[in-house]
């Protein structure tokens, strides 16, 4: 039985630092404008393991590439959703909603959800100059 359990725990293990690795291989590629590449990559993580924040603020940036505010916002709110204490995905979370509150005008929920995930982005890094962008 502790051989079980090791051998699930090492299991467990190796395919956390799996999934960081190819994290930032996904991070890299769409950093360098090949998003379609880095969607391969997030879509098999997102589908083993649903609650990683940052695959989810990943493919959210992937869909922003792609000019997909709908799905961006949900992969983008999703992330901010599972990790509260990064300024990223709350600013992204902003640019998401942005042109649908541009194109419903300024009285929608979508303005103004944007507008808190920004508020929240510049509470989390008052320093930043990103939120203010």
Same mark, same amino acid.
């Given at each position: 039985m502790r051989i079980v359990l090791l051998t699930v725990t090492v299991f467990t293990w190796l395919l956390s630092f =799996?999934?960081?690795? !190819?994290?930032? /291989?996904? +991070?890299?590629?769409?950093?360098?404008?090949? @998003?379609?590449? $880095?969607? *391969?990559? #997030?879509?098999?993580? %997102? &589908? /083993?393991?649903? *609650?990683? =924040?940052? $695959?989810?603020? #990943? &493919?959210?940036? @992937?869909? %922003? *590439?792609?000019?997909?505010?709908r799905q961006a916002e949900r992969h983008l709110k999703r992330a901010s959703e599972l990790d509260d204490s990064r300024y990223e995905y709350f600013l992204n979370y902003g640019n998401a909603l942005a042109p649908q509150a541009v194109r419903d005008g300024q009285a929608t929920a979508a303005y103004h =959800?944007?507008?808190?995930?920004?508020? +929240? $982005? @510049?509470? %989390? $890094?008052?320093? /930043? !100059?990103?939120?203010? @962008?």
């Amino acid at each position: 039985m502790r051989i079980v359990l090791l051998t699930v725990t090492v299991f467990t293990w190796l395919l956390s630092f =799996a999934h960081a690795a !190819t994290l930032d /291989s996904a +991070r890299v590629l769409i950093d360098s404008g090949w @998003v379609n590449k $880095a969607r *391969a990559i #997030l879509e098999p993580i %997102l &589908q /083993s393991n649903p *609650a990683n =924040a940052e $695959a989810h603020y #990943l &493919q959210g940036r @992937v869909y %922003l *590439a792609f000019r997909n505010h709908r799905q961006a916002e949900r992969h983008l709110k999703r992330a901010s959703e599972l990790d509260d204490s990064r300024y990223e995905y709350f600013l992204n979370y902003g640019n998401a909603l942005a042109p649908q509150a541009v194109r419903d005008g300024q009285a929608t929920a979508a303005y103004h =959800a944007g507008l808190r995930a920004y508020e +929240r $982005a @510049v509470e %989390l $890094a008052p320093d /930043s !100059t990103g939120p203010r @962008v």
